[in-house]
């Protein structure tokens, strides 16, 4: 295979001298760090300091702030959104880490130097009207401070419809709502919770049955394409391949995001390849 | 199958009279109608008023406001970010459509309430400090005021490696940034665009060869549950399976997004059918 898939995990483009190594030490110095490589003659360094009119392009607030919200690369869920000043995007494209500034500190911090926790950046982007970024990285482990995977795990609809419940609800997409379900699923087969049976507990409690089924959309799929159906049969095809697959992965205990890194990983490499073959 | 998945699109609880037509009304009569609805004798009126000390929790700003992020439930793409007062989170909660405050123009605006491009909220999100919410839903159109599909088109690495590009690269996570790569080698065969063979080309090109491998993917992906592998060549098959698949969806002119929709209604039909049989 020989995609290119640049869009993620590019190579540090500073040399290695100037790749900082924000754990342990302060974010402050890493910003020293950062503008130390600034001044050096390396080739390399001086396309960087184009990093200086794009940051005179955003449209930084009244106290120097833009929102910046930290998005997971392969999930898509939205981890934390914190504010970033100039020197906190500055760290942050050199030194790959996710890094804020505390507006109650009144300092930076790189998410992750206290907890290891780190959020290690694909890219950066800024919205239409230059006053958003995304951090969108890939975390080390949970992102909020009480150990949830986001900080975002309070739904409105939840709270509302039972004030006392334990706002636990992670703001899931579609494809991570519908795991979430398949893995309650296997927790109530394997706790003998006692509710209604259920197709998906019927294919967790027989791998004959999963696989067959597996195949036989597989195939339902192809045939879209072979006897040339509507785009709607492949749509519902592909939404059945999908489920089922994820009913063997919750079985094997993989995660989708384990699946969609793997892919990343493969096309990042078949990229980097691809370029290596034109510069040749 | 009988899967819940009653996290995305509930419906409406509150009556139909409540039920806020946001089109083509202005956004601070929303909120009257909002008030009057509290005002009524309607039981599920009532329940709806717990949303007062809900708000009350929220940490708003010195501004009266807080973050407010808007995130596509299938996709997982933060579409747009604004800031939400207590009337706009008010009004998004109860016409489930995502409401804004606008910080230039000192009003409540509802987001397409001009294009049409409504953001129809399957449910909103607390962060863990109460000073930032997530909007998440599905975008009826294209987000941006300028036609993209989100306002994060700006990628800073692309600009720092040329500055002078145009700017058009969206902030897509892993299966969506694979997806955009499949589409542009189907491009590039259909206008002759000359560059090297990919084995995506190969797929698009040969609909005997891609169905051949997605059934041997499904197959494989099988074999590590019947022949009990290890889980890293379970990622490693469904990856195969995934990425074969969506050439075929790419050949057919299916998106992702459509086959994650699916997915969606089909899951919430479920839960509503579930839980109609717990009520009886």
Not at 1 to 6: E, K, R, S
Not at 153 to 169: A, I, K, M, R
Not at 267 to 277: A, H, L
């Given at each position: 295979?020989?995609?290119?898939?640049?869009n993620c995990?590019?190579?540090?483009?500073?040399?290695?001298?100037?790749?900082?190594?924000?754990?342990?030490?302060?974010?402050?110095?890493?910003?020293?760090?950062?503008?130390?490589?600034?001044?050096?003659?390396?080739?390399?360094?001086?396309?960087?300091?184009?990093?200086?009119?794009?940051?005179?392009?955003?449209?930084?607030?009244?106290?120097?702030?833009?929102?910046?919200i930290a998005q997971n690369v392969d999930t898509g869920a939205v981890l934390?959104?914190?504010?970033?000043?100039?020197?906190?995007?500055?760290?942050?494209?050199?030194?790959?880490?996710?890094?804020?500034?505390?507006?109650?500190?009144?300092?930076?911090?790189?998410?992750?130097?206290?907890?290891?926790?780190?959020?290690?950046?694909c890219?950066?982007f800024?919205?239409?009207?230059?006053?958003?970024?995304i951090y969108l990285g890939k975390p080390?482990?949970?992102t909020?401070?009480?150990?949830?995977e986001t900080?975002y795990?309070?739904?409105?609809?939840?709270?509302?419809?039972?004030?006392?419940?334990?706002?636990?609800?992670l703001a899931l997409t579609t494809l991570y709502s519908?795991e979430?379900?398949?893995?309650?699923?296997?927790?109530?087969?394997?706790?003998?919770?006692?509710?209604?049976?259920?197709?998906?507990?019927?294919?967790?409690?027989?791998?004959?049955?999963?696989?067959?089924?597996?195949?036989?959309?597989?195939?339902?799929?192809?045939?879209?394409?072979?006897?040339?159906?509507?785009?709607?049969?492949?749509?519902?095809?592909?939404?059945?391949?999908?489920?089922?697959?994820?009913?063997?992965?919750?079985?094997?205990?993989?995660?989708v995001e384990?699946v969609l890194q793997?892919l990343r990983?493969?096309?990042?490499?078949?990229?980097?390849?691809?370029?290596?073959?034109?510069?040749?």
């Open positions: 295979m020989a995609l290119p898939y640049t995990f590019r190579l540090p483009r500073i040399s290695t001298r100037c790749h900082l190594s924000v754990t342990p030490i302060r974010a402050q110095r890493a910003v020293s760090r950062v503008f130390a490589c600034l001044k050096t003659s390396d080739p390399a360094i001086h396309r960087e300091a184009k990093v200086g009119p794009l940051l005179d392009r955003i449209k930084w607030d009244d106290k120097g702030l833009v929102v910046a934390m959104q914190g504010f970033a000043n100039r020197e906190a995007l500055l760290t942050t494209i050199f030194s790959r880490k996710a890094t804020f500034y505390s507006r109650s500190r009144s300092t930076l911090w790189v998410k992750g130097e206290t907890s290891m926790n780190f959020i290690n950046i890219d950066v800024l919205d239409c009207d230059r006053d958003s970024i080390d482990g949970p909020c401070h009480t150990g949830s900080c795990y309070t739904s409105v609809d939840e709270v509302l419809n039972d004030p006392q419940n334990d706002c636990n609800t519908l979430s379900t398949i893995c309650k699923r296997k927790e109530e087969i394997s706790s003998n919770f006692d509710s209604r049976p259920s197709w998906t507990k019927r294919l967790l409690l027989d791998n004959k049955l999963l696989c067959s089924k597996i195949r036989e959309e597989a195939d339902e799929l192809c045939r879209t394409l072979e006897e040339n159906e509507d785009p709607s049969r492949t749509a519902s095809e592909m939404a059945d391949v999908l489920y089922h697959s994820m009913v063997l992965l919750a079985q094997k205990g993989v995660k384990d793997v990983l493969r096309f990042q490499q078949s990229g980097i390849e691809e370029k290596s073959c034109r510069n040749k």
